[in-house]
């Protein structure tokens, strides 16, 4: 299907996945809900970080996640189970080739899926056809070069390249958030809005800076070394003190800005 995930499928991920959504529902899912008896397709799910936000926000949908990775799934399902959502069901499929009749749902949420995708265009219109007409399709994205910070650090921009540059080579784009207003365009939604959504951390926000600095934003890039090294994108010495650089904008004088861009369209 064009996806490759980066970022990798062990528990650091999957911690790390959690901890960046529960730092940031407030900010992202706030105005994220639907009507009971209305049918939400959840389009790659993963380890259901974004799912159980989902079934909490609208007890009364019914709520379809999906996703290619069965191991995903798994958890996924496992952590609504034990959350006590009796609103979704999980299914493995292609978010390419998904197993619903055309016209099958009333709303769409796709949560950090596009940016791991060599044809985001694509995969916006073939989920158009299982949206009903009026429906709605919720899009979040983030994007690496909204990134700025205090102190300043160009071995800290050399490590957030790496992450940026690694994916590029999957055939992702991490920088996609800039961009949802014209891929969904293209893919003929129509009524579009977008949002950008900052994260602002500076050290009167203890929870932010370790939820989302530490380690949410610093430990995926950290989790990109060995393959960045590897792949002879920066020099050994150079990602460590961009890591070390970054961990720097955690302490009490540190500020750290991120943007987040959430946006949602009609089919």
């Known amino acids: 299907m064009g996806r490759a995930y980066v970022h990798g499928y062990d528990l650091r991920e999957n911690i790390r996945l959690q901890d960046q959504a529960a730092t940031l529902i407030e900010l992202l899912h706030s105005d994220t809900f639907y009507p009971p008896g209305h049918s939400v397709l959840e389009a790659g799910c993963g380890v259901g970080a974004q799912?159980?936000?989902?079934?909490?926000?609208?007890?009364?949908?019914?709520?379809?996640?999906v996703d290619i990775s069965y191991s995903s799934?798994?958890?996924?399902?496992?952590?609504?189970?034990?959350?006590?959502?009796?609103?979704?069901?999980?299914?493995?499929?292609?978010?390419?080739?998904l197993p619903h009749e055309q016209d099958s749902f009333d709303h769409i949420f796709v949560c950090f899926v596009l940016e791991h995708l060599d044809r985001p265009v694509e995969a916006l219109r073939i989920l158009k056809t299982y949206l009903k007409r009026g429906g709605t399709i919720t899009v979040i994205e983030g994007d690496h070069g909204s990134t700025y910070f205090h102190p300043d650090s160009a071995a800290a921009r050399r490590a957030i390249q790496c992450q940026v540059e690694l994916q590029r080579r999957a055939g992702?784009?991490?920088?996609?958030?800039?961009?949802l207003y014209p891929l969904l365009k293209e893919a003929g939604y129509c009524s579009i809005h977008v949002s950008p959504r900052m994260v602002y951390v500076d050290s009167s926000r203890p929870q932010l800076v370790d939820g989302f600095t530490r380690k949410t934003f610093t430990a995926m890039i950290e989790g990109v070394r060995k393959a960045a090294i590897e792949a002879g994108?920066?020099?050994p010495d150079v990602f460590e003190q961009g890591i070390r650089d970054l961990y720097r904008t955690a302490e009490p004088d540190g500020v750290f800005c991120y943007t987040f861009f959430k946006s949602v369209a009609l089919k």
């Open 51 to 65: 799912t159980c936000t989902l079934a909490a926000n609208s007890p009364g949908a019914v709520i379809t996640s």
């Open 172 to 179: 992702g784009n991490a920088m996609i958030g800039r961009t």
């Open 233 to 235: 994108i920066v020099e």
């Open 73 to 97: 799934l798994c958890e996924a399902r496992q952590r609504a189970m034990s959350a006590g959502h009796d609103n979704v069901r999980f299914l493995q499929a292609d978010i390419f080739h």
